[in-house]
């Protein structure tokens, strides 16, 4: 039951993040650290389940790496594809925000084939022109930017997560036999 627990926690917490990180802006950032400290921290309890043992505690990070990348896309990607609706949109206006790198990252403003603007600021590493269509899914309650389609038509961050979920759930059930068989041998 408290493997069950751990997972369904890390669950709640994973999705908690994945909510405050879709909303973006820095007191979105600010709200999803803790659920990201969380998710951080769920690894550690295996050492006690475990019996001691470390080894869950490093398998589970790999596990863990991989679902706090994929916190941050998956979410978003499914409330966008539920809600969303796709639109051409029209590349109207650019500003580049040069990154440490000295890259930019371009942010646009988009209209709707009416013309009118849409909501949000769409941001991309790809420089469009002006005036370029491109296919959008946009949120019809503004909670989020529009997204690029063919990203949201993408399910590589859905594989990802259901296969870093399920690792993380077998070296929970892992951690919790070796813990129970520790203290049955005392």
């Known amino acids: 039951m408290r493997s069950f627990l751990l997972v369904a926690a890390t669950a709640l917490v994973w999705l908690a993040a994945g909510i405050a990180g879709a909303l973006g802006g820095w007191l979105w950032w600010a ?24 080894w869950p505690t490093w398998v589970a990070y790999g596990f863990v790496f991989v679902l706090l990348l994929t916190a941050y896309a998956a979410p978003g990607d499914w409330y966008m594809r539920a809600a969303g609706s ?3 949109a029209t590349v109207r206006e650019v500003a580049c925000m040069e990154t440490s790198q000295g890259r930019c990252l371009y942010h646009y403003t988009l209209h709707d084939p009416a013309g009118t603007p849409l909501p949000g600021v769409f941001r991309d590493s790809v420089e469009y022109e002006y005036g370029a269509p491109l296919d959008v899914v946009v949120d019809p309650r ?7 389609a063919a990203d949201l038509d993408s ?8 296969v870093a979920f399920a690792g993380f759930a077998a070296t929970v059930a892992a951690a919790h036999l070796a813990g129970r068989r520790a203290t049955s041998h005392v």
Do not use: C, E, M
Request: net charge positive.
């Open 31 to 54: 709200v999803a650290a803790l659920p990201t400290a969380a998710l951080l921290a769920a690894p550690i309890v295996l050492y006690k389940t475990s019996g001691g043992r470390t």
């Open 86 to 88: 796709r639109t051409t």
């Open 142 to 148: 503004n909670l989020l930017a529009p997204r690029l």
């Open 155 to 162: 399910r590589v961050f859905d594989v990802l997560t259901l």
